[in-house]
C-alpha cells in the first residue's frame, strides 16, 4: 500500500477555475523552440525505451539474442506468452489483483465518502479529535503500522486470504480527507432540500451526496485502483501461497525461479497492459487528480 | 504537514430570526452522523490508529509470533545501534534519498519548464513523462535489469563514453546510482505535474512586467518564476524524500539487496528481520527509525525549503 499524504497548500479538490489564455511571454526565437524540441525528443525517447524494450524482448523466442540486434522487432514470436499464461498461474494472479483492486476501489470509495460527508456536513461529538486523528495518522510511515497490521490479519487467520489482504488497505484516511474536502465545498441547501422533503438521511446519502461528488469519486477511484494494482510488500506478506500472489509478487517470483527473460517479460507485458488501458481512458483523471489534490502516484 | 483549518468558518449563522441549525446537534443528528462514521472509523482503530500505537511499542518488545512477548526496553534499538547492517541500510537509503530527491526533481523541474507553455504535441508529452509514475516498479525492475546487464544498452553507452561499462547492478560502487537511475525514471513525471498546475496559477503578469523590465529568460526564472514554486518545491521534497525512505520493491527486484548489501535499504531490513527471521519486535524498531528519520527531514526541509520568504 501507499502511503498517505496531505496535499500541497493550494489544493482544492473542487476543479480550479484556471485562465486558459495563451500565454507569451519569453517565446524565443527559432533556436529555443528547435531546442526545446529536441530536448523533448530526447526525454520522451528516453522515457519510453524500457516500455519498448519490454514488449519488443517479450515476443522473442526463447534462447540467446544480444543487444543491439535484440531490439529488432524480429524474430518473432509468441511462445513465451503461451509459457507464461499456460504453464504459470499468470491467469490466477490476474484475477487475484483485479479482485484487490476493484473491492479496494468500492469499499475505500463507500466508507471514505461516508465518513467525509458526516464530517463535512454534521455535527457530532468527537468529530474534530477523530478528524485530527486521521491527519495525524498521515504522517506515520506505513511500514510501522505494517508489522502489527500483519499480526492482527495472522491472529484472525487472515494469511493467504482475499480479505486480509483487501479489509486492512480500506483504511485510507486521505480518501477521507479528500473526500471532506470536496463535499465541503458543496452548498448546504442542496441537502437541506431533500431533508425538508423528509428525505432519510441514507436516500440523501445515495440521491444527492453520490451523483454530486462524482468528480472526487472518479478521481480517487483511479488513484485507488492503480496503488492496489501496482502494490507489491502487503501482497508479497500476506498473500503467501503460490495461488494467492498478485501479478507483482508473482512476476517477482518468477524472476527469482530464474525464468527467462522473454517470458519474465511477457508476463509484465499482461500486467501493464490493464493500468496502460485505464491510463488512456482516464489519463485526464490521473493528471488532473495529482495537479488539482498532489495525490499521490 | 499541510493542513487546513475550516471548520472554524461555520460561525456565520444569524443571530434571530428563522434558525436553520439547533445551537447543538440533536442527539438523533449525532446518531446518524456517527452512523456514517463508523464503518470508516472501525476499519481506521483496527488496522491504522491500532497499529500505529502498537508499531511502536512493539519496537520495546522481544515479540516473535507464537513465542511469549516481554518488554525489553532499550533492548531493540541498542542492538540496532551494534548492528553493522543497520548502519549499511541506513547509509544506503540516506545515500539513495540524497541523489535521487534532487536528481528527479531537476529532471521534474526542467520538463515542466519545456511542456509549460501550450503547443501542439505539449498534452502528449506530458501524457508520456507520467506514464512511468502509473508503472508498477516491479516490472520497471524487471526490464532495467536487462538494461543494465552486462553488454546490455546502459553498459554499451557507458563503455562508448568512457565511463565504468559492465554490470552496473553487479558493482559495489555503482549499484546505488543505478537504482538512482531507475527512481528518477519512474518519479520526475509526478512532481512534473505539481510544478505545472502552480505554473499555471503564477500570473502572466508577473513575467510580463518582467519582460518589459528587460529582464533575460534565466533572470525570470530565478527570480519570478522560482520563488513561485517555491511552496510545490517544497511540497514535491517532502512527498520524494518519503517515498525514497521506504524504496524496496526496485531493490527486491532488481539486487534483492546486493552485491554483498550494498543496495540494502531500510524497508528491506524490516522486511527481512520482519517477514524471513519473524523477528517482529526488531523489525518494527526499524520501522520506528524510518519513522523518525523521516520526521526530522521534514522537519530540516520546512526549516529551508518551506521557511516564509
Request: glycine share 8%; charged share 15%.
Amino acid at each position: 500500500m501507499t502511503d498517505t499524504i496531505t496535499p500541497p497548500a493550494t489544493a482544492a479538490t473542487a476543479p480550479p477555475a484556471r485562465s486558459r489564455r495563451p500565454y507569451r511571454v519569453g517565446r524565443g526565437g527559432r533556436g529555443w523552440l528547435v531546442g526545446r524540441g529536441a530536448l523533448l525528443l530526447i526525454g520522451a525517447a528516453v522515457t519510453l525505451f524500457p516500455f519498448y524494450a519490454m514488449v519488443v524482448l517479450s515476443f522473442k523466442p526463447t534462447g540467446p539474442v544480444t543487444f543491439p540486434d535484440s531490439l529488432l522487432p524480429w524474430p518473432f514470436s509468441t511462445e513465451a506468452y503461451d509459457q507464461v499464461i499456460g504453464a504459470k498461474s499468470m491467469l490466477r494472479w490476474m484475477w487475484n489483483t483485479l479482485l484487490y483492486a476493484v473491492v479496494s476501489v468500492v469499499g475505500v470509495l463507500l466508507f471514505a465518502s461516508m465518513a467525509g460527508y458526516a464530517f463535512a456536513k454534521k455535527r457530532f461529538p468527537g468529530k474534530e479529535t477523530m478528524f485530527w486523528s486521521f491527519l495525524a495518522m498521515l504522517m506515520v510511515p506505513y511500514h510501522v503500522t505494517m508489522i502489527p497490521t500483519f499480526i492482527i490479519i495472522s491472529e484472525l487467520n487472515g494469511v493467504d486470504t482475499y480479505w486480509g489482504m483487501i479489509v486492512p488497505t480500506l483504511a485510507n484516511a486521505q480518501a477521507v480527507f479528500l473526500m471532506r474536502q470536496f463535499i465541503a465545498s458543496l452548498p448546504d441547501s442542496l441537502f437541506e432540500a431533500a431533508r425538508l422533503d423528509g428525505c432519510s438521511e441514507w436516500r440523501v446519502y445515495v440521491s444527492i451526496v453520490l451523483p454530486l461528488i462524482k468528480p472526487i469519486l472518479a478521481t480517487l477511484g483511479v488513484f485507488v485502483f492503480l496503488w492496489h494494482w501496482n502494490d507489491f510488500l502487503w501482497p508479497l506478506i500476506v498473500g503467501q501461497s503460490i495461488d494467492m500472489r498478485t501479478l507483482t509478487t508473482g512476476i517477482a517470483s518468477l524472476q527469482q525461479e530464474n525464468v527467462p527473460l522473454n517470458m519474465l517479460l511477457a508476463g509484465s507485458v499482461v500486467a501493464f497492459v490493464p493500468i496502460f488501458m485505464a491510463y488512456l481512458i482516464g489519463q485526464r483523471y490521473f493528471q488532473e487528480g495529482v495537479s488539482t489534490t498532489g495525490i499521490k502516484g | 504537514m499541510v493542513a487546513l483549518p475550516e471548520s472554524r468558518v461555520r460561525g456565520s449563522r444569524p443571530a434571530r430570526g428563522p434558525v436553520r441549525r439547533p445551537r447543538r446537534p440533536s442527539a438523533r443528528e449525532a446518531g446518524t452522523a456517527l452512523l456514517f462514521v463508523l464503518p470508516f472509523l472501525l476499519l481506521f482503530a483496527l488496522f491504522r490508529f491500532g497499529p500505529a500505537i502498537a508499531g511502536v511499542f512493539l519496537g520495546f518488545t522481544d515479540y516473535t509470533i507464537g513465542g511469549d512477548t516481554s518488554w525489553t526496553g532499550l533492548e531493540n534499538f541498542r542492538r540496532l545501534v551494534d548492528d553493522p547492517t543497520f548502519w549499511t541500510a541506513l547509509r544506503v537509503t540516506v545515500v539513495f534519498t540524497a541523489l535521487s530527491v534532487p536528481l528527479s526533481m531537476l529532471a521534474s523541474l526542467g520538463m515542466a519548464l519545456l511542456t509549460r507553455r501550450a503547443f501542439r504535441g505539449a498534452k502528449l508529452f506530458r501524457s508520456i513523462f507520467f506514464l512511468p509514475v502509473v508503472t508498477s516498479l516491479v516490472l520497471a525492475g524487471v526490464v532495467f535489469t536487462w538494461v543494465f546487464a552486462d553488454g546490455g544498452p546502459w553498459s554499451r553507452a557507458m563503455g562508448a563514453l568512457g565511463l565504468p561499462a559492465g554490470n552496473w547492478l553487479a558493482d559495489s560502487a555503482l549499484v546505488v546510482p543505478a537504482l538512482v537511475l531507475v527512481s528518477v525514471w519512474s518519479r520526475f513525471g509526478y512532481g512534473m505535474l505539481i510544478l505545472l498546475a502552480r505554473m499555471q496559477d503564477i500570473p502572466a503578469e508577473l513575467e510580463e512586467a518582467a519582460l518589459t523590465d528587460g529582464a533575460s529568460a534565466w533572470q525570470r526564472f530565478r527570480y519570478v518564476t522560482l520563488p513561485q514554486l517555491r511552496p510545490a518545491l517544497f511540497f514535491v521534497a517532502i512527498i520524494e524524500t518519503t517515498v525514497s525512505f521506504q524504496v524496496f520493491d526496485m531493490i527486491y527486484v532488481m539486487t534483492g539487496g546486493g552485491p554483498v548489501r550494498s543496495s540494502y535499504s531500510l524497508v528491506y531490513l524490516l522486511y527481512d528481520q520482519g517477514f524471513k527471521y519473524f523477528d517482529l519486535g526488531y523489525a518494527s524498531a526499524v520501522g520506528v527509525a524510518l519513522f523518525v528519520m523521516t520526521i526530522v527531514v521534514a522537519l530540516i526541509q520546512r526549516l529551508t525549503l518551506g521557511r516564509d520568504k
